[in-house]
């Protein structure tokens, strides 16, 4: 099993600034993922982290908006640009175990716009 | 696209009661389907998982049985505690699509003394 790290654990942000999250796995990864969860709703797969490469962006999450960097096998960062009440979420870091189909996911940061 | 359906919160029982979760799930091939909990204040975690048809998941009393002719995986407890209270997430996973999850919309589930 992977252990997942996450800083911030939470955090209350003003509206046009950015936030940097940061996830840290304990062994080596080929893939990390990051998630969205909104206030009582569901996960929401953001975008996936590749090392080496750019990120690959799900629908409706772009670059500028989620830059994303991963720069090597064990950490990746995910940033929320120029904030808005909307983003208020919990982002989640997660890696995917190839051999037994889990996916580990991280403690989450919570995110509150102001 | 795929896509995963579930039950509508919140569920309100009390222990010793029996639980069922609906989930149904549409997708193109053969998906591994999961259960993920993710109790009050903590992180999601994977509760069980089904790879293949007729594969049934068991962990901590509950159970899902991967059933392909009416493309679901129902969660059930027989006998929930205080402590089984929490947000359970149902979830698919096309082996083509590099590992990614599609997740319900997630069913809260509080049990009462």
């Known amino acids: 099993s992977a252990v997942i790290s996450q800083k911030p654990s939470r955090d209350i942000c003003q509206r046009g600034t950015s936030l940097t999250i940061q996830c840290q796995v304990d062994?080596?990864?080929?893939?990390m993922f990051w998630y969205r969860q909104q206030p009582g709703q569901s996960l929401t797969l953001i975008a996936t982290?590749?090392?080496?490469?750019?990120?690959?962006?799900e629908s409706g999450f772009v670059i500028d908006k989620f830059p994303i960097s991963r720069p090597n096998l064990t950490f990746s960062t995910l940033t929320v640009s120029n904030m808005s009440p909307e983003d208020s979420s919990i982002y989640l870091c997660?890696?995917?175990?190839?051999?037994?189909?889990?996916?580990?996911f991280g403690p989450g940061t919570r995110l509150t716009v102001t | 696209g795929d896509s995963v359906t579930q039950m509508e919160g919140p569920v309100t029982l009390s222990e010793e009661a029996f639980l069922t979760i609906n989930c149904t799930y549409t997708a193109t091939g053969y998906p591994s389907l999961f259960w993920y909990v993710q109790y009050p204040g903590e992180g999601l975690q994977l509760l069980l998982k089904?790879?293949?048809?007729?594969d049934k998941g068991s962990n901590k009393g509950f159970e899902a049985t991967y059933r392909k002719e009416t493309t679901s995986f129902h969660l059930e407890k027989g006998s929930v505690q205080v402590s089984d209270s929490a947000v359970y997430f149902c979830a698919l996973r096309l082996p083509s699509n590099d590992y990614k999850l599609s997740f319900g919309a997630g069913t809260t589930v509080t049990v009462r003394a």
């Open positions: 982290a590749n090392q080496g490469s750019e990120a690959t962006y």
């Open positions: 089904a790879t293949k048809a007729d």
């Open positions: 997660s890696v995917p175990d190839p051999s037994s189909y889990e996916q580990y």
């Open positions: 062994s080596q990864v080929t893939m």
